[in-house]
């Protein structure tokens, strides 16, 4: 097939300072994409700021002949989101993707979890992504495309324990992209997701100490972010025209999240008790035939 070109497409991706991120720009650079490389240059609990990782990676983009422009405000303010977009205008004159990365790392166990903590994880990856795309989906509708590309984890959708405010945010993340997939569609909007993993600064933070012995660092080395990119670049392209998709990617290995409902069991009379669902926990549970709702109404078409 032909190669994906970003060939006068404008990309702006988040977190692009670092990690997986900066690997999302560097893979959408060569393939021709102008890109705006936001990070507010954080620690990996979200203190401080640096422009550095943003500037080193668009200095580098440009240095290899590539379009590239660092921004480095906070994502996870209005202020700070809208920049960035205009940034990409200003600068391009478009914007035909986001790819909203940025995020942050804490973990405590869930009955010490500091409240602050939970509201800065909510904030630095739900509402990240909320300020950033908000705006580029104004102007992709009256563009009439764009593609956005929403960031979430395993640790969210399926769980990890000490990690209730990342999992929360990151399952929240899904519940952004069915909207503005189903609002974005008429518009030639798509919005999908990915659920990477990668050996990252963020990885590494989690695993601590382990990180550094020879059998944490053989199993960071099968985690790589060159077997996540293209997967987002497909995502972000022209070529992706499919929308809801959650595909999860790492070792090399690429799947696509179901979030179903089973067939269930209908009370024949309308009513039901309690004990009727221990009666049928079985029938209710029965994962056999799942349907995968396309939306609300989908789901309640499946019960006349
Ligand atoms: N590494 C993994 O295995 C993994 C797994 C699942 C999901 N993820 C997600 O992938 C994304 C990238 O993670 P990573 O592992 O590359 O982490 P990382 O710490 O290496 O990079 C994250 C970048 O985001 C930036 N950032 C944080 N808050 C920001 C804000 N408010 N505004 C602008 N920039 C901000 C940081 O400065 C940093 O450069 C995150 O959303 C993370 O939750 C990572």
Known sequence: MNRISFADRVVLVTGGGRGLGEAYCRELAQRGAAVVVHDN??????????????HEVANSILAAGGRAVACATDAS?????????????????????????????????????PTDRFEALLRHHLLAAFHVVRPAFARMKDARFGRIVFVSSAAGVFGQPRLAGYAAAKTGILGLMNVVALEGAEYGITANAIMPMAATRMAMALMAEAAETPDGREFLDTLRVD?????????????????????????????????????????PTGSLSAEDIVTHLDEITDTGDLLVPGSIFDEMSYVP
């Open 41 to 54: 240059g954080s620690d990996t609990a979200g203190h401080g700021v640096d422009p550095a990782p943003a």
């Open 227 to 267: 077997q996540v990119a293209p997967v987002v670049a497909f995502l972000a392209s022209e070529a992706c025209t499919r929308t809801r998709l959650t595909l999860s990617a790492f070792r090399g290995r690429v799947a696509a999240l179901q979030i179903g409902v089973t067939r269930g069991w209908h009370s």
């Open 77 to 113: 303010t209005e202020t700070g989101g809208q920049h960035a977009v205009e940034l990409a205008l200003a600068e391009y004159g478009r914007l035909d993707a986001v790819v909203a990365n940025a995020g942050i790392i804490h973990e405590d166990a869930f009955d010490d979890w």
